[in-house]
């Protein structure tokens, strides 16, 4: 079977800073450092891969400390 097409959905800032319950502001802050994906320029707008903006979320996810892992030392 053939693997699904990669969404190409676009989100602009205020979408993205709403779904990870953050200010725009941090999401350019996090672009410019590197911690958050670089956005697509259409014209003079900012957009967001919405397939990127997942992946980012299920790496923040994984690579996260797990407070179990802090209280019970597994």
Request: aromatic fraction near 6%.
């Amino acid at each position: 079977m053939e693997k699904p097409a990669p969404s190409l959905t676009l989100e602009n800032v205020l979408s993205v800073a709403r779904r990870l319950g953050v200010c725009r502001s941090t999401i350019h802050a996090w672009v410019q450092t590197g911690r958050f994906p670089a956005p697509i320029k259409v014209g003079r707008s900012s957009r967001w891969l919405t397939s990127e903006v997942n992946d980012w979320v299920t790496l923040q996810a994984r690579t996260r400390k797990s407070s179990c892992t802090t209280l019970f030392g597994s």
